[in-house]
């Protein structure tokens, strides 16, 4: 009587381990990529929560929009973004800060637009002056947050 694993069963149990691993390897990808994509848009979508959070409580326009040198709005949102109080008297066309708020460095490989919109204001009554989307996509995962004229913000997938 042999109580011991032949080598066959060993072989056939190290394939079938193998091709689950396999298979697990390549859902486990699009977990990551799919989880990169959420992860950044949840990230904008709190930064855009506080700036309507500071508008209300400093009683006065806050902006956000991409920036490259932490003074001065730019087009990529993928490098970047700020939180600040727009410079007096030019709420509604100015792109340079009087007061940064926060400032954020995108580490990731995500792509971040805005379209043609790349600044964000919200009054002091926290309602969204600069209504639109900013689409966040990695991979094939893409994401889309809006922002409606009330100042509410939600993140929904987008097939855009």
């Not at 930064?47 to 508008?55: G, H, K, P, V």
Request: charged share 20%; proline share 1%; hydrophobic share 40%.
């Amino acid at each position: 009587m042999n109580n011991g694993i032949s080598l066959i069963e060993i072989l056939i149990s190290l394939a079938i381990l193998s091709l689950s691993f396999f298979s697990f390897s390549g859902m486990l990808g699009f977990f990551i990529e799919k989880n990169q994509a959420m992860g950044e848009s949840l990230h904008i979508f709190q930064r855009l929560q506080l700036a309507r959070i500071e508008a209300i409580s400093r009683n006065t326009v806050v902006a956000v929009c991409p920036t490259l040198n932490n003074q001065q709005c730019s087009q990529d949102w993928s490098q970047g973004y700020m939180i600040f109080i727009p410079e007096e008297g030019k709420h509604q066309t100015t792109t340079t800060a009087k007061t940064v708020l926060h400032v954020e460095k995108n580490q990731q490989t995500v792509h971040v637009h805005s379209g043609k919109r790349s600044v964000i204001k919200f009054s002091s009554d926290g309602r969204c002056l600069t209504r639109g989307s900013i689409f966040v996509k990695h991979q094939k995962n893409r994401y889309r947050i809006v922002l409606s004229d009330s100042g509410r913000i939600r993140i929904e997938q987008s097939l855009r």
